[in-house]
């Protein structure tokens, strides 16, 4: 199975300061098709996970632009430009280029300081 | 608006059986790969297990291999879980989600095995 790395575990991180968040994969996630299967989730106190990103960089429908990913091969990198209240939460990685299973990353908890 | 409503949650004993069920709304759900993934108390996201558009193609997570099933009805716009021999270790909340790369999620049900 691919094992998903994420890092820092716990992210604290000023108002209106950047944040970044890294993800590493034990296999380069480039499919045979050509993309690169990297999603990434938020989810917030006591909600749902909700998809942010697909395919490395895409943001979904909904998301704000203060939310980017970015990354290849093995490592990839979840940035929020400037940090808002309603930011905290914690964020996942995923990984669909070699499934089953499909792989999660532990999760990255960002907070306010 | 999308909808996935996660329902068949609750308390069973070590062992036992529960069969969870996912309505959905607003898309078209014949034409989506669908999946389930769970949260146990205090951890991270571990996917479960998804089926394809006419239910030919199930997968599943080691740990649930031949006590899990996944299965849909498309003209119920529904998915279930049927879950056999539960486990302590299968405590958690279960999300359905819709299509591979888990676009969108319900609220979850609460599955707790205890004696």
């Known amino acids: 199975d691919v094992v998903m790395t994420q890092s820092p575990l716990s992210l604290p991180v000023t108002l209106g300061q950047p944040a970044s968040i890294s993800c590493r994969s034990s296999?380069?996630?480039?499919?045979?098709?050509?993309?690169?299967?990297l999603n990434w989730f938020q989810q917030r106190p006591g909600q749902s996970p909700r998809r942010l990103i697909y395919?490395?960089?895409n943001r979904d429908s909904g998301v704000p632009d203060r939310f980017s990913g970015s990354g290849s091969g093995t490592d990839f990198t979840l940035k929020i430009s400037r940090v808002e209240a309603e930011d905290v939460a914690v964020y996942y990685c995923?990984?669909?280029?070699?499934?089953?299973?499909?792989?999660f990353g532990g999760g990255t908890k960002v907070e306010i300081k | 608006e999308v909808q996935l409503v996660e329902s068949g949650g609750g308390l069973v004993q070590p062992g036992g059986s529960l069969r969870l069920s996912c309505a959905t709304s607003?898309?078209?759900?014949?034409?989506?790969?669908m999946a389930w993934v769970r949260q146990a108390p205090g951890k991270g996201l571990e996917w479960v297990a998804n089926?394809?558009?006419?239910?030919?193609?199930?997968n599943y997570v080691d740990s649930v291999k031949g006590r899990f099933t996944i299965s849909r009805d498309n003209g119920r716009d529904s998915l279930y879980m049927e879950m056999n021999s539960l486990r302590a270790e299968d405590t958690a909340v279960y999300y359905c989600?819709?299509?591979?790369?888990?676009?969108?999620w319900g609220q979850g049900t609460v599955v707790t095995v205890s004696s």
């Open positions: 395919k490395v960089s």
């Open positions: 995923l990984q669909g280029t070699y499934w089953p299973p499909l792989t």
């Open positions: 607003g898309f078209n759900f014949n034409t989506y790969w």
């Open positions: 089926i394809n558009q006419d239910g030919s193609q199930k």
């Open positions: 296999h380069s996630l480039v499919h045979s098709d050509g993309n690169t299967y």
């Open positions: 989600a819709r299509d591979r790369l888990l676009a969108c």
